[in-house]
């Protein structure tokens, strides 16, 4: 049977205690847990289960945990980091996975897995090509179920460009939305803007670096930033309003949505891989569900495409389309609409829906 294996941290101190169930943690000072877990080498977390093709193919793949937090991988040396994810390369390659996939923040590190590619003897991924194939799916299924019609309506991607970013922005745009990119590099705006416009000269493209200001009047949000903050004002926004949380920490908090639930915040990349899959521990999913960068590395597995795939910002809209075929192929879907790590109910859609009817009206 083939093997994978996938670099993971924890994306809070919360999630961690629970994964470990070390509940005690949570009472202790947050930074006499971190100076503990800096020094933490990687190790083997457990062994995904049950991955089961439509083909009748079978995998498994280990997941192997670096106790860095996403403000330790942001805030450290970066040669600190980047040898901490290698050394848990060099475990992934002992335990005779064939590929391994960067999770969150470790897909950030070395160039967006470009050196630590470059470190190991087995090719690297960082999912974001299923990720982008995923969000865009549970865009157009949150807008269709609210009524948001994408076209002409107003979608603001906060972090566009970036790898998932940018290519949800060239997808969105051929669907005939009214896009809003907003980065913190100028310049890097204006050439994607210009990218899209010489494949669709008639395309409604701005460009805007203030986050407040461009998510004014916007139908759809999506945030895909290497940011643990909370970025969004939600009192700015309109009822009805849809944000699409790709990034890991999340860009917006279940606190920050206090009366607001006129307002539908769906995760980015959750999908329900075939099989009976089981990780063997909580990481803040239901069971049998995964996110879409580890997804990709299965996939990848599944295909037996041993190469080095989404790295280096190395994304594109025919990477993203490939992936969304090869998923269908082996039976990867969209799980249902999730918020904030739980299914979101007809309850929920219809509030918003009606809220978003009102309000136009």
């Known amino acids: ?31 006499l847990v971190e100076g503990v877990m800096k020094w933490l080498p990687p190790f083997k977390r457990e062994t995904i289960t049950g991955i089961k ?15 860095l937090l996403p403000e330790q991988i942001l805030s450290l040396d970066n040669n600190f980091v980047l040898n901490r ?24 590190v070395g160039k967006k897995g470009v050196l630590i590619a470059k470190s190991l003897k087995i090719p690297v991924t960082t ?60 310049s890097r705006l204006t050439e994607l803007k210009n990218e899209m416009l010489a494949d669709i000269p008639d395309a409604a ?9 461009a998510i004014r009047d916007a139908d759809i949000i999506i945030t895909s930033t290497s940011t643990p903050l909370d970025l969004i004002e939600v009192k ?29 915040v769906i995760e980015g990349g959750v999908v329900k891989p075939p099989g009976n899959v089981d990780f063997h521990f909580s990481f803040g999913l239901p069971f049998g569900l995964a996110y879409a960068c580890i997804a990709e590395t299965m996939i990848l597995t599944l ?17 993203a389309e490939e992936m969304g075929r090869l998923a269908k192929k082996h039976g990867f879907k969209l799980a249902k ?25």
């Open 1 to 31: 049977m083939d093997k994978f294996a996938f670099i993971f941290h924890p994306l809070d101190l919360s999630l961690y205690a629970d994964g470990f169930n070390e509940h005690h943690l949570k009472k202790m000072k947050p930074s």
């Open 53 to 67: 093709s439509l083909t009748g193919d079978e995998i498994e793949g280990d997941m192997i945990l670096v106790s």
């Open 85 to 108: 994810i290698i050394e848990a390369g060099k475990i992934a390659e002992q335990s005779g996975a064939k590929i391994v996939g960067l999770g969150a923040y470790a897909a950030q």
């Open 127 to 186: 999912g974001s090509s299923y990720t982008v194939s995923v969000a865009v799916e549970a865009i157009l299924k949150a807008a269709a179920m609210v009524g948001i019609k994408l076209v002409n309506a107003k979608i603001v991607i906060i972090g566009a460009t970036g790898s998932v970013g940018s290519i949800c922005s060239k997808l969105l745009v051929a669907q005939g939305a009214h896009v809003v990119i907003v980065a913190r590099n100028y």
């Open 205 to 213: 493209i701005e460009i805007d670096g203030d986050i407040n200001k």
């Open 236 to 264: 700015a926004l309109n009822p009805g309003t849809i944000i699409c949380d790709i990034s890991r920490p999340k860009n917006i908090s279940r606190e920050s949505l206090h009366n607001r639930d006129d307002i539908l």
């Open 303 to 319: 295909e037996k495409r041993y190469e080095n795939y989404s790295i280096g910002g190395n994304v594109s809209v025919e990477k």
């Open 337 to 361: 609409l999730m918020s904030f790590d739980r299914q979101i109910s007809n309850g929920q859609i219809e509030k918003v829906k009606e809220a978003r009817s009102i309000f136009k009206n």
